[in-house]
C-alpha cells in the first residue's frame, strides 16, 4: 500500500476540511480574533488532521501489506483469509469477515465435489466388477456356442449397466437432457415391459398391466429408464418359493395420477426400506444374494425428484414390493 495512492483516495475528505477550515478563518477574522490565534488553530488542525491520517494510513498498511504479500505466495489464492490476522479497524474487519465467509463456503464446496468425486469413483470400480461378470459370461457362451438366447441375455445385462452408468452420471444435471412433455402412460410402460420382454419370458413371469388411457407429464426417456430399473430389480429379486408374478397399474385421479408397480418377491426387509434409495445402499438382500452396486434406486430417485414426482416404497419381507409413482397434474404435489 503506497502513500501516494492512500493521499489520493483521500483528496475528497481534505477538500472537506480544507473547506472547512477556511470558513472558520473568515468566521474568526469576521469576529476580530486576532490573526496569530488564526494561524495557531489552522496549524494544530493541520497536525491533528495529519497525524490522525498517519496513524490510519500506517495501521491500514500493515494490514494490506500482508495480504499483498500473502496472496502472492499462495498457490491456492481462495486461502488468504486463512493467513491474515483480523486487524483494528472497521473497514479491514469487515473485510475480513466477507474474505473468512467466502473461503468457508469456497471449501465446503471444494469438500463436497471431493466427496462426489470419491462416490462416483468408488460406484465405477464396482460397475467395472459388475459388468465384467456379464462380459465373462458372454466370452464363455461364444467360445462354447451355446443358445444365443442366453448370449443376448448377457448383453441386456451389459446394456443395463451401461444405462446405470450413464443416467447417474448426468443425474447431477439431468434438467439440461430432458423435456417435460404430455407422454400416454401405456405407451412408456409397455415399451419398458417389450425391451425386457425376453427377461420376462425366460423366468417365466406372468407380468399383467392395466393402464388407463391417461397422460403424465414427463420425459418419456427418463420414465423409460425408471421403469427399467424397477423391471430389473424384480427380475434380480424373484422368490423361489412361488411363481413370479409382476402387476403395473394406475389410477387417474382428480389432481394426480398414480403408478403402481407390484412384484411377489422376496420383498425388502423392514430395516432397509428407509434406505434404499440412499446412495450405494444395497440392503440385506443385495448383500446375500446378486451383486448390487445400489445406485439404481438412488438414480431413480433423483430422476423422479428433478421430473416433479414422488416416489414411495411399500414391501412386506418374503411377500412383496410395490413401487409407487405418483404424477401430478398440478403443483400440489411437485416437490
Not at 471449501?107 to 465384467?132: D, M, P, T
Not at 448370449?151 to 448426468?170: F, G, H, P, S
Not at 415391459?193 to 388407463?212: A, Q
Amino acid at each position: 500500500m503506497r502513500l501516494s495512492d492512500f493521499l489520493k483516495d483521500r483528496l475528497p475528505v481534505y477538500a472537506i476540511y480544507a473547506a472547512a477550515g477556511v470558513i472558520m478563518l473568515i468566521f474568526a477574522l469576521a469576529i476580530n480574533t486576532p490573526i496569530f490565534m488564526c494561524i495557531i488553530a489552522v496549524i494544530v488542525l493541520m497536525l491533528a488532521v495529519g497525524s490522525a491520517e498517519l496513524w490510519e494510513f500506517l495501521r491500514k498498511r500493515k494490514f494490506y501489506d500482508a495480504m499483498q504479500n500473502n496472496i502472492r505466495e499462495l498457490d491456492k489464492k481462495y486461502l488468504i483469509a486463512e493467513t491474515a490476522e483480523r486487524p483494528d479497524f472497521y473497514e479491514g474487519r469487515l473485510m475480513y469477515d466477507i474474505l473468512r465467509e467466502a473461503d468457508k463456503s469456497m471449501c465446503e464446496q471444494i469438500a463436497g465435489y471431493r466427496r462426489e468425486n470419491a462416490s462416483f469413483r468408488e460406484f465405477i470400480e464396482l460397475w467395472v466388477h459388475e459388468v465384467k461378470l456379464p462380459v465373462a459370461s458372454l466370452q464363455l457362451i461364444l467360445h462354447n456356442g451355446d443358445d444365443t438366447s442366453k448370449a443376448l441375455e448377457q448383453l441386456r445385462r451389459i446394456d443395463n449397466y451401461t444405462d446405470t452408468v450413464l443416467y447417474y452420471a448426468r443425474s447431477g444435471n439431468a434438467e439440461k437432457d430432458y423435456i417435460i412433455t404430455e407422454i400416454p402412460l401405456k405407451n412408456t410402460v409397455r415399451e419398458a415391459v417389450i425391451k425386457y420382454r425376453d427377461d420376462l419370458t425366460s423366468r417365466g413371469v406372468t407380468i399383467e398391466t392395466d393402464i388407463p388411457d391417461v397422460t403424465v407429464m414427463t420425459d418419456g426417456k427418463w420414465l423409460g429408464y425408471i421403469l427399467g430399473q424397477l423391471l430389473s430389480n424384480s427380475l434380480k429379486y424373484f422368490s423361489e418359493a412361488r411363481e413370479p408374478d409382476i402387476r403395473i397399474t394406475a389410477e387417474d385421479l382428480q389432481d394426480f395420477v398414480k403408478l403402481r408397480f407390484f412384484d411377489n418377491g422376496i420383498g425388502i426387509p423392514a430395516a432397509d426400506l428407509p434406505r434404499i434409495f440412499d446412495k450405494s445402499f444395497t440392503g440385506e438382500n443385495g448383500r446375500k444374494g446378486a451383486k448390487s452396486t445400489g445406485m439404481g434406486l438412488y438414480v431413480v430417485k433423483n430422476l423422479c425428484e428433478k421430473l416433479g414426482h414422488r416416489i414411495e416404497v411399500h414391501s412386506d419381507a418374503a411377500a412383496y414390493t410395490e413401487f409407487v409413482i405418483t404424477f401430478a397434474k398440478n403443483d400440489y404435489y411437485k416437490m
